[in-house]
């Protein structure tokens, strides 16, 4: 995250006040130990797991059967979303700026309910497989299919594969001192092995396992590092005085801590994560990723009941608490303990340490396991990141077979066997795993200060006119095909608009402003999400209402208010592979998602208790 000058002008130096280890690469019997075990255990949950589902068939591979308990439901959603780039990221970001990047994670308790009480309804009587599949039978036509997924594997590959490849390669950098390339090819194909043979039931159930290492593996390092720190209350106290001795050239302005760096809510025009757009602009971000993305969304899919849907969201809900004191907090302390390594201002001085000379605040991390785990625990902490980095590429590979498989080769090849569509997922996957490593060199040569910022800003500026289809897709009847395409494409033209500049011209630093035009970039990226939600959904209205409407006879149990009807629905398009038994003939083959009163009963309040704990955390920290 990009760091605002402070309005402060004098404050404390403070020096690291821990020794540094002169021992930061993992080489000993007891950690390699540890991390041959984890393998060990995690490809033998793999091949358990293959045996548990039916690999043959589409849905066994792609939906696991729609099978899965809560559990595993919602241990693969935490799983799925914390990467790799989640320990590198949030830890930079917070040593950077404090608390306020954790928004980002608790924004998503409200959101993931959002997900599984009125979107997955939606798509489970819909009967679909892929979220461009409920386009396409919401709208007809194949334009908006086609467009959603390219647009989808577009920025799998450059953004979500980018991030957790580079914060990978930092940590295994810090940590092993392995060559880079050696190391990520060595994962990538340990993933793909088992994202090929074993399909999605083989990553719901390796993804529980490794979210329990994930916590486990994090807490572990969370005490060790509050200990060193001397607790919360010190940790509160010394980071506002976390500053580096070298300077260089930089102005001690840019070197402090923000003044605002314990505040949840900034302002809304100077903070560098201003409060409507940290409440409003994310929102609208995080529709798209939790309520319409392949990769989540899928997850919910494979569940066997809509109440398996809505626990497993709250149990993801419960778990997004943690990353503020898993990851955030954790990467504050690493700024107080190692200040002139991870905080460090001076281009020469951040050069010598990470080889950035933009800013080192992404070893945070990675420098608190080399320098406080002792041996075996360190094994245990590299297994964590391994654990994260692979669960969330695995996850990638799957869903993107998915989209690959079902909406882009069925339209090259519409009377393919099954069995070529599981061998055409395979090898989609294989192709995938070769696209990441050649972008490897360039994710090296990215900006590691800004890797956070990257990734939230590429959202913020292709993501909004997605939400803005799906949620009036959902809600609003009268919106066409028409409408929906055309409002698609014109908010990608704005966001290419404000994206190109961005990247063309670079954000800048405190140090070294961006000479992007301010009328372009000087609007916060999550401010641009609000506007360009709004614009979208404007032109979606506004050519909708211009256009024939779509009848309600071809709208049934595919819009919110139209869910539950069990009248035979006529079809916009060919009906795809996973539509009912028989196409629409009698209402004993319609899907049926009527709760037991006493499980809705349950779920709500499971939901209104985590809303509760999610409500009290936000005000307490704003």
Same mark, same amino acid.
């Given at each position: 995250?990009?760091?605002?000058?402070?309005?402060?002008?004098?404050?404390?130096?403070?020096?690291?006040?821990?020794?540094? *280890?002169? %021992?930061?690469?993992?080489? %000993?019997?007891?950690?390699?130990?540890?991390?041959?075990?984890?393998?060990?255990?995690?490809?033998?949950?793999?091949?358990?797991?293959? @045996?548990r589902a039916n690999r043959g068939t589409v849905g066994g591979y792609f939906l696991a059967g729609r099978s899965m308990h809560w559990f595993p439901v919602g241990a693969s959603l935490f799983a799925s979303n914390i990467g790799s780039g989640h320990f590198v990221g949030l830890a930079g970001t917070g040593a950077a700026a404090g608390i306020a990047v954790?928004?980002?994670?608790?924004?998503?308790?409200?959101?993931?309910?959002?997900?599984?009480?009125?979107?997955?309804?939606?798509?489970?009587?819909?009967?679909?497989?892929? +979220?461009?599949?409920?386009?396409?039978?919401?709208?007809?036509?194949?334009?908006?299919?086609?467009?959603?997924?390219?647009?989808?594997?577009?920025?799998?590959?450059?953004t979500k594969i980018s991030v957790d490849m580079f914060s990978g390669a930092v940590f295994i950098q810090v940590a092993l001192g392995w060559n880079i390339y050696i190391s990520v090819i060595a994962l990538l194909v340990i993933t793909t092995i088992y994202t090929v043979t074993g399909g999605l039931a083989a990553l719901m159930y390796t993804d529980t396992v490794q979210t329990f290492v994930i916590i486990g593996g994090a807490f572990v390092l969370a005490g060790f590092a509050f200990n060193e720190v001397g607790g919360y209350n010190?940790?509160?106290? $010394?980071?506002m005085n976390a500053t580096p001795t070298n300077l260089g050239n930089v102005s001690a302005a840019c070197a402090l801590p923000r003044d605002d760096s314990l505040h949840l809510l900034r302002d809304a025009a100077s903070g560098d994560?201003?409060?409507?757009?940290?409440?409003?602009?994310?929102?609208?971000?995080?529709?798209?990723y939790w309520c319409s993305d392949q990769v989540i969304v899928q997850r919910c899919l494979a569940a066997r009941s809509l109440k398996h849907v809505k626990l497993g969201c709250v149990l993801?809900?419960?778990? $997004?608490?943690?990353?503020?004191?898993l990851m955030v907090m954790p990467g504050m302390i690493s700024r107080v303990l190692y200040t002139d390594d991870v905080a460090c201002v001076d281009p020469e001085k951040c050069q010598s340490v990470c080889g950035t000379a933009i800013g080192c605040t992404n070893i945070a991390y990675p420098k608190l396991v080399v320098e406080l785990m002792p041996k075996g625990l360190r094994g245990l902490m590299l297994a964590v990141m391994l654990a994260a980095l692979m669960s969330s590429l695995a996850s990638i590979f799957n869903s993107s077979g998915t989209l690959f498989t079902m909406d882009v080769w069925r339209k090259i090849r519409p009377q393919a066997p099954e069995k070529e569509l599981l061998l055409v997922g395979r090898v989609w996957t294989v192709c995938l795993v070769a696209f990441s490593i050649a972008w490897i060199p360039i994710v090296q040569a990215a900006q590691g200060g800004q890797l956070f910022d990257y990734i939230q800003s590429v959202a913020s500026f292709l993501a909004p006119?997605?939400?803005?289809?799906?949620?009036?897709?959902?809600?609003? $009847? @009268?919106? %066409?095909?028409?409408?929906?395409?055309?409002?698609?494409?014109?908010?990608?033209?704005?966001?290419?608009? @404000? +994206?190109? /500049?961005?990247?063309?011209?670079? *954000?800048g630093s405190c140090s070294k402003p961006t000479s992007c035009p301010a009328i372009i970039c000087?609007?916060?990226?999550?401010?641009?999400?609000?506007?360009?939600?709004?614009? *979208?959904?404007?032109?979606?209205?506004?050519?909708?209402?211009?256009?024939?409407?779509?009848?309600?006879?071809?709208?049934?149990?595919?819009?919110?208010?139209? @869910?539950?009807?069990?009248? /035979?629905?006529e079809e916009l398009g060919k009906p795809g592979v996973y539509d009912t038994k028989v196409t629409e003939e009698g209402s004993s083959a319609l899907p049926d998602i009527r709760e037991n009163p006493k499980d809705a009963y349950i779920v709500n309040i499971n939901a209104v208790i985590m809303m509760t704990c999610a409500i009290f955390l936000w005000a307490y920290y704003a």
């Open positions: 995250m990009a760091t605002v000058t402070p309005e402060t002008s004098s404050v404390p130096t403070a020096t690291s006040d821990t020794p540094t *280890s002169s %021992n930061t690469a993992i080489s %000993n019997p007891a950690d390699i130990s540890v991390i041959v075990g984890y393998f060990v255990v995690v490809i033998g949950v793999g091949l358990w797991s293959m @045996r954790a928004g980002f994670e608790w924004n998503a308790l409200f959101v993931v309910l959002l997900m599984g009480w009125i979107f997955v309804p939606v798509y489970l009587t819909a009967e679909v497989v892929t +979220m461009p599949e409920y386009l396409k039978k919401r709208f007809g036509g194949e334009r908006i299919q086609l467009y959603l997924s390219v647009l989808s594997l577009a920025m799998y590959i450059f010190a940790l509160m106290e $010394k980071f994560l201003p409060w409507p757009a940290l409440i409003v602009g994310l929102t609208i971000v995080s529709t798209w993801c809900g419960y778990l $997004k608490i943690l990353p503020m004191f006119p997605i939400a803005a289809v799906f949620f009036l897709a959902l809600f609003v $009847k @009268r919106v %066409n095909e028409s409408g929906a395409f055309w409002g698609l494409i014109g908010g990608l033209m704005l966001g290419l608009c @404000r +994206m190109i /500049p961005e990247f063309a011209f670079g *954000s000087g609007v916060h990226y999550l401010y641009f999400a609000i506007i360009l939600f709004v614009c *979208s959904a404007l032109i979606i209205l506004a050519v909708s209402y211009c256009t024939p409407p779509i009848p309600d006879t071809q709208l049934y149990r595919l819009v919110f208010s139209l @869910r539950h009807s069990q009248e /035979p629905r």
